[in-house]
């Protein structure tokens, strides 16, 4: 029988005031899909990148919204295997809608959730938590003892990471937009904290390291800092550009990173990362045991309804958050 769902559309791209409500009948699930009843909902920058479509390939319109979910199965298309009618799951990636009640999700997206987190904390850390996982271990494995730089440390990607990479014994060093933001950077794993709205990150980078430079810098600034960050690492350190919230990273001269000193860089993205489904399994229970153990918190996530997504971009974009920002139905 078809579902009702309430589901956010937009069908220009723009400022939050796009975003509208649509009332859909959702068919039965496909081949490969299953119906999930969200009982929250993950907002991710990447949100904001796709409504905006600042993306190099934006999303065809009209188009849903929001990348990652938690909630109940309540039907199974054909083809879907480890998945039953009641099961708790989480989804990160795949076509944008999560920004609804109910929607289609491709079960290969999808993973189930330990009982001993619920699905709100899921929504909140699944797809942030998916990031912080290839970014520091896969796309560059950081190493006990490695000195490395985490831009918007504060921000709901950083503060995971952070608390992640000081488990592992790195030297923590992060930037915050304000002195507030330095408290919570501090709280969540950073050793050493540089606030780039007011001091020159680069000659605090260079001051900590005793001139030589980090291991690895991460940057998901993109313009504002991009340049810096590829200063601030050692002779053969490593440069991951992995998002633009201040617009897009400058076009580079590779020649540049001879230059500075035989720099790597890469700029990667989760969807390579978690494409195969054996490598989303181990990525999503690495997230889930460091929730459990701790070490990843679930104390800082701030709470919107979802009717109020718009207020969420709002707050997210203008530098008001800290942490993960959530939607609950
Ligand atoms: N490549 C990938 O696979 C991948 C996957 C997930 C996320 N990401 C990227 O990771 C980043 C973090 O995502 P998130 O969802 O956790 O967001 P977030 O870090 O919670 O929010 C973005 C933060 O960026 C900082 N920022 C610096 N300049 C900004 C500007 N001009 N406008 C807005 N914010 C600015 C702000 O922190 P301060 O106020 O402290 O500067 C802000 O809080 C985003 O760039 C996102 O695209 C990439």
Not at 101 to 106: A, N
Not at 173 to 181: H, L
Not at 244 to 258: E, K
Request: aromatic share 8%.
């Amino acid at each position: 029988m078809p579902v009702k769902s309430y589901t956010y559309i937009f069908e220009e791209f723009g400022g939050s005031d796009v975003l509208h409500w649509k009332e859909v009948e959702l068919p039965e699930p496909g081949v490969g899909q299953v119906l999930v009843r969200h009982e929250a909902i993950g907002v991710n920058y990447i949100d904001i990148y796709h409504r905006t479509g600042q993306f190099a390939a934006p999303l065809p319109l009209p188009s849903g919204l929001g990348m990652e979910g938690a909630g109940i199965v309540e039907a199974v298309g054909a083809d879907v295997a480890g998945l039953m009618v009641g099961d708790r799951v989480a989804y990160a990636g795949g076509p944008p809608g999560a920004y609804s009640t109910s929607r289609l999700v491709p079960a290969a997206r999808a993973v189930k959730i330990p009982d001993s987190i619920p699905s709100d904390i899921a929504a909140a850390l699944l797809f942030k938590g998916l990031t912080a996982e290839y970014l520091i271990t896969r796309c560059y494995s950081v190493q006990g003892g490695d000195t490395v730089l985490f831009h918007a440390a504060a921000g709901g990607v950083g503060q995971i990471a952070c608390q992640w990479l000081n488990h592992l014994g790195a030297n923590v060093i992060g930037t915050v937009s304000s002195e507030a933001k330095a408290v919570v950077a501090k709280e969540n794993g950073c050793h050493h904290v540089i606030n780039y709205s007011s001091e020159n990150f680069v000659e605090r980078v260079r001051e900590l390291t005793g001139g030589k430079g980090v291991d690895v810098t991460y940057d998901s600034v993109g313009l504002d800092t991009f340049l810096g960050s590829v200063d601030c690492v050692k002779v053969r350190g490593t440069v991951v550009s992995f998002g633009a919230t201040s617009g897009p990273v400058p076009l580079l001269d590779v020649s540049l990173l001879g230059a500075k000193g035989s720099i790597y860089l890469t700029r990667p993205s989760i969807a390579h990362y978690t494409a195969v489904r054996n490598e989303l399994e181990a990525s999503a229970a690495a997230v889930f045991d460091k929730i459990e153990k701790g070490i990843i918190r679930t104390d800082n996530i701030s709470r919107y309804s979802l009717k109020d997504a718009a207020q969420a971009h709002r707050d997210l974009e203008s530098r008001r958050t800290s942490g993960a920002l959530i939607l609950t139905p």
